[in-house]
């Protein structure tokens, strides 16, 4: 156990050395000498769920980009792929991104690609077969005289109409960027954009009992450029939308994914900005969804974002949207890109991640409080899945420490316990494209998903070591917030 008086000599030795050093690495440094050899003492509200997230809460992108070059060579009719996106429903599928504004059903401008009638029915049959409900970004660049022009959307909502298809929409993607472009549209217009829409929808049965969401801001977004859409537009929207990404693709490092202070932007820029401009015009009837996410932006950070170590900014999104009412954040991209789940036809580290997420955390959040601030191991819990363990508590975790780290559940010492701990696969190296689970790799059985089995124990407590993450379920928790 550390003295007090070595305590605050530590503290103020990384102080010093913040104003003379690298401010990450002291950060790193001053939190390991707390943590190390020692434990981590959680405690849980098991009275009262703080949040409660949708169904769908993990859900999956898949950016436009695959349209217009790759769908027609992808097998979304493989058995293998297919099993692969069963095992993430229930989810909604977000088919959006950049190419959205440059997309058009049928026929449309030179500048455009084209969606025909084969390939929207090849993707929504697969969204239906496989669980996903389809969100369905149109093109907000469609524009005649200041305003949207609605006539090929509307082309598209009557041919699916007449398939009998059921699809939820949105409208353009990042119009914040659009001034990088060189292109202006007022954010205000762009409400009554969403209007326009909106009334169409409410002309075509079944799209009248579909949502529409929008208008996709990216994180970076002022709070001012939201409230002026909002101003028009939030009487329309069943959502607002926003997107998420921690870093630039082309520049990220191993050790950002690793720093807590870019995982806390999340929660600085999109959460605080969207509930911002979010209370002062839908009067808490309306949420913000991250309907776009991933670690880096532009394709991702080429080998980081495609291998173990991502899953740190993965992970800990997941529990810092639900633990800050996000009912909704899905994830970019099922295929495609260097951030994708599935390369290959082979599920990447984190598309494991999500799985075990999808398996193992339910609907309701519960409030968490620790024994020690420590920004480099964080901790989340939720009611257990409920067709699982109806009273249970599933904790997740992750310690971005390179040191073990001891787990103690105070209120759960005298119970079992269920473990899932994942580690780098291979060699052990962080950028691995392979994961373990509880020290085994995991690998398809073919086309099959592999059973993913738990260490049960009771010895407490627990050990996790470094630069790891995992699930902790408590089944017999009894925690009357979980029915």
Not at 273 to 282: G, I, N, W
Not at 345 to 368: E, I
Not at 371 to 376: C, D, F, I, K
Not at 438 to 463: A, F, I, Q
Request: aromatic letters at 12%; a neutral charge.
């Amino acid at each position: 156990m550390l003295t007090i008086a070595f305590r605050l000599f530590i503290l103020l030795a990384s102080i010093l050395y913040n104003v003379h050093g690298n401010v990450y690495n002291a950060s790193h440094l001053q939190e390991r000498f707390l943590v190390d050899g020692n434990t981590i003492t959680v405690t849980i509200d098991s009275h009262h769920a703080i949040h409660t997230v949708s169904d769908k809460f993990v859900s999956i992108t898949l950016d436009s980009w695959e349209l217009k070059y790759n769908l027609k060579f992808f097998h979304l009719s493989l058995k293998k792929i297919r099993n692969l996106a069963k095992g993430l429903a229930p989810a909604y599928l977000r088919v959006g991104g950049t190419a959205a504004d440059s997309l058009s059903f049928k026929s449309g401008p030179s500048t455009d690609f084209i969606m025909d009638e084969r390939e929207l029915d090849t993707l929504y049959h697969f969204a239906r077969d496989v669980g996903w409900d389809m969100i369905f970004d149109l093109n907000l660049l469609h524009r005649h005289h200041g305003e949207w022009d609605s006539t090929n959307a509307e082309s598209l909502m009557k041919y699916a109409a007449s398939k009998g298809y059921r699809f939820h929409l949105e409208l353009g993607n990042e119009p914040n960027l659009y001034e990088r472009r060189g292109i202006h549209v007022d954010p205000a217009q762009i409400g009554r954009d969403y209007g326009k829409l909106k009334h169409l929808m409410n002309s075509i049965h079944p799209f009248n009992e579909m949502m529409l969401v929008g208008p996709a801001f990216t994180g970076s977004f002022h709070v001012d450029y939201a409230e002026k859409f909002l101003s028009t537009g939030s009487t329309y929207i069943d959502a607002m939308t926003v997107h998420q990404y921690y870093m630039d693709g082309s520049k990220a490092k191993a050790e950002d994914f690793l720093n807590p202070d870019i995982l806390d932007n999340f929660k600085r820029l999109a959460i605080h900005r969207s509930q911002e401009a979010l209370s002062k015009h839908s009067k808490g009837t309306k949420t913000t969804w991250v309907l776009e996410t991933s670690s880096a932006y532009g394709g991702g950070a080429p080998v980081l974002s495609e291998s173990f170590i991502a899953g740190f900014t993965w992970l800990d999104e997941l529990g810092m949207a639900a633990a800050n009412g996000i009912p909704v954040v899905a994830r970019q991209n099922f295929v495609g890109a260097h951030y994708s789940l599935v390369a290959n036809d082979n599920p990447l580290p984190d598309y494991w991640l999500t799985l075990l997420h999808k398996r193992l955390v339910g609907r309701k959040v519960l409030k968490v409080t620790s024994s020690e601030h420590n920004r480099h191991f964080r901790i989340y819990a939720h009611c257990s899945k409920e067709h699982g363990h109806p009273h249970g508590v599933t904790f997740f975790f992750q310690n971005m420490l390179s040191s073990e780290v001891k787990l103690n559940l105070e209120q759960y010492t005298n119970h079992y316990y269920e473990l899932y701990i994942l580690t780098a696969g291979g060699d052990g190296s962080l950028t691995s494209k392979t994961v373990k689970l509880n020290g085994h790799e995991l690998h398809m059985n073919g086309d099959s998903l592999p059973t993913l089995s738990p260490v049960t124990d009771r010895v407490w407590p627990v050990k996790v070591p470094g630069h790891s993450f995992g699930f902790l379920v408590s089944p017999h928790a009894d925690a009357s917030a979980c029915p």
